[in-house]
């Protein structure tokens, strides 16, 4: 059983030879460069020129000397960026900055800083769609420059015997809306704009599904999976009512998630954190297969009953040690137990692709990293 | 007009309502102090218990918090003319490395709502920056805010930097954040801990000796 098999099988829900092994395959998924150089300095591989895969959170490509040592199943064959961009970091006193091709200012403080936080949103001074109109040109998602040389990756990665990852063109539908208004527009919109809010959900709808079109068209008999992703909820909550949910959000979804199906037969990922079991049915209703990471910190994230509840009808993809309690601060004994726990609940009847919950960020010693990882590999066995 | 009526626009986040009902209730010849803490304070509150029991939501603390802005911008000039002390003083930030603000703002917005004074410090706050706050203010609570785990890690150097620069005891230090727990706040040495903006507010008043 070569990896892809692996994967394919997880997602059919049947037990594999063992629990498929992610890292780096999606932006949710990854390592900050500053963990990875740790982690190939104690594995003892050769210092590499560290390449960063997403600007936003420094995360590191997986070079092949690491995939092959822990086994990684997966492999993300991202389409390139529109020809029209170019990414430029810039100083501004205190801080490195960049502007992206939505026009979304990010940064990062020069002292301490480990990622990009936004500090400029393109659409916060307009509050018609009118203006939005008149003033704003919406990135090109159709650009062919995106989509060169997709389809040869994903029979190269396929050739290897791995799963074929495909990533989306930007953050989620209503993502998108907090990131180009900023977040208190965002949250307030539904209330004294709402107007603004349903027309620019809708353009990006529209224009995630230019992407996809073009997406599929090249790869869609080869993808083993599609990355799609919207955080609604906090630590604690959603971030606003179910009502509001089902009358915004969900029927975006459903339209968007409906057009990706209909081009593939790949899995439709769908990525949201934090304490979202009040909407989980409404999810899949609306069309994921898989979710991740399944944040276990928030509330009401138990795997037991959620395994148990939703295990037939959903894949996990995550769920594979906490990252915002025990991976940086616990020990390595600490890891494994967790890790070896979860395990235990979510790989019976396959549904399970184990990686860490959000990516492994800066400060995880490489020791837990591989406790982690050592732990899959004994218990993470059919 | 009445000051249920501030109440309910407040509670509904209906800035114009509460604007509208403050003025004729100011015209009727209610002090401001009376407007302030019968029904702005009240509503805030009652907004804050809701959240906190997840009956409201982000979109609805806003709202709500943008319609006690409308009825304060009349008050404020009244309630500084006749004198009115507000509970306490509150320094508020996000730590050094973390550039999130959402959640800082909303605990910002409640504290105020529930009657505190607030200086926001704004995100990526350095220790020294505390520091030198507090000796400027002398505010009552230095409350600190991290979203990210890596960034825990600069509320430990903060309250080391309030430590070293001998102004420790004179505030009480709160503590939040989505990686925060009340575990971590009792490690690090922390008066107090709240879990959302909602039960921040109380936590504050609680601190100060103050009725909820």
Redesign the interface.
Known sequence: MNSRERVQTALNHKEPDRVPFDLGGTPMSGMHKIAYKNLRAYLGLPEVEIRVVDSIQQLAAIDEDVAEILKIDIHNVAPRSSAKYNLEYRDEG?YTAYTDEWGIGW???K?????Y???YWPLAQYDSPEEIEANYTWPDAGDPARFQGLRQKALKTIEEGKAVVVGSLCAGVSEMHAWTRG??KY??D???HPDVAEYIMDKVVELKMIYWENVLREVGDLADVVIEADDLA????????KE?YRKYIKPRHTKLFAFIKARTNAKLFYHCDGALVPILWDLIESGIDILNPLQK?AAGIDYAAIKKEYGDYITFWGAGID???IF??GTPEEVREDTRRNIEIMAPGGGFVCTTIHNT???VPPENYMAFWETLQEYGVY | MSLEAIYDAILNGNAPAAKAETQAELDAGTPAETILNQACIPAMTEVGRLFEIGEKFVPEMLIAARAMNAAMELLKPLLVEAGVEQIGTVVIGTVAGDLHDIGKNLVAMMMEGAGFRIIDLGTDVAPSRFVDTVKAEKPDIVAMSALLTTTTKSIISTIEALEEAGVRDQVKVMVGGAPVTQDFADKVGADGFAPDAGSAARKAKALLGLAA
Request: glycine share 8%; charged share 20%; net charge neutral.
């Open positions: 205190d940064r990062s403080p002292k301490g800083g480990l990622y936080d936004m500090y977040f208190e949250f307030t539904f209330y004294l906090g630590q604690k909550n959603l971030f606003f009512s509001m910190s990252t915002q309690r940086d601060q960020q800066a400060t």
